[in-house]
């Protein structure tokens, strides 16, 4: 008998504790919990080629106009830090105006003209000057630098001819062997119409020399032809950056007046390159 109360109080039991554990789970979960959403199905999306290609160019162009623009301003600030180097300032009684800064020229006033390079007539009958000037003044405190210089200003050929001239004659040897000294004064200087190469200067040298103790002094009234070239360097120092050298020379001994003192030559032979 109590077997069976056993057993069915067991029984009884039984569906209770399920009963209890199904409001346990109950309990533990929400009363409304959401239920996840279906994933929503994936679309593929593509760029249409043009726009691809327009973008594309687009980069391009802006890549060009930072490289451009970065260019612009490292030559601003090497411009900035560059100080010029020449300025060409015209003063007049108006007041002053620039003319050239750095090579780039401003237009022209009334005393100075900017215009394309090129050799002028002044360019010529300076440098043909400033070379007969070395030649003919005789210094012998700075002799052998002034012809050193003139040698530079000819052409090589025609200074290696005259070197060898001056050194079978002698000319240098008696000239100092004689403690010559010498004036040239230039009287004129003009270009040849008919040749722009050819330059022709009339002048007067006056010379001073010891012969046995004695002072002797001699006038020679002269005329000379410079024929110049085209330096392929341009303006150099060599040509005093007057852009031509000198070819060579002939010379004629004119009439000259003479004084107390003073000895004077007439000679009408034509010597080429000889000083």
């Known amino acids: 008998m109590s077997a069976a109360l056993t057993n069915i109080s067991w029984k009884e039991k039984k569906p209770i504790m399920q009963e209890q554990k199904e409001i346990a789970l109950d309990a533990a979960l929400p009363l409304h919990a959401p239920i996840a959403d279906a994933p929503a199905p994936v679309e593929a999306l593509y760029e249409s080629p043009d726009n691809s290609r327009l973008s594309i160019k687009l980069s391009n162009v802006l890549l060009i106009l930072s490289l451009l623009l970065v260019g612009s301003l490292l030559v601003n600030f090497a411009q900035w830090l560059r100080r010029p180097t020449m300025i060409v300032v015209d003063r007049t009684a108006e007041g002053n105006r620039v003319t050239s800064i750095n090579d780039v020229h401003y237009g022209q006033t009334d005393a100075v003209a ?13 440098l043909a000057s400033q070379y007969v000037q070395l030649v003919y003044g005789i210094d012998p405190s700075t002799r052998g630098k ?4 003139a040698l530079r200003m000819m052409v090589p050929d025609s200074a290696i001819k005259l070197m060898t001239y001056l ?6 040897e008696r000239q100092k062997s004689e403690k010559w000294q010498s004036v040239w004064t ?39 032809d410079v024929k110049l070239v085209a330096d392929p360097q341009g303006r150099a120092d060599r040509n005093m950056r ?5 070819a060579g020379y002939t010379y ?3 009439p000259a007046q003479t004084s ?11 010597t080429t390159e000889q000083p």
């Open 260 to 270: 107390a003192g003073v000895t004077s030559t007439t000679s009408t032979t034509t």
């Open 167 to 172: 050194k079978q004659q002698q000319i240098l």
């Open 146 to 149: 002034d012809l050193e210089k």
């Open 186 to 224: 230039k009287q004129d200087v003009s270009v040849d119409p008919r040749d722009h190469y050819l330059v022709h200067i009339i002048g007067q040298q006056d010379i001073t020399k010891v012969i046995n103790n004695q002072v002797l002094t001699e006038r020679h009234q002269l005329s000379l």
């Open 242 to 246: 007057n852009g031509v050298l000198i």
């Open 114 to 126: 900017v215009g394309p390079e090129r050799i002028t007539d002044a360019d010529k009958m300076y």
């Open 252 to 254: 004629k001994e004119l």
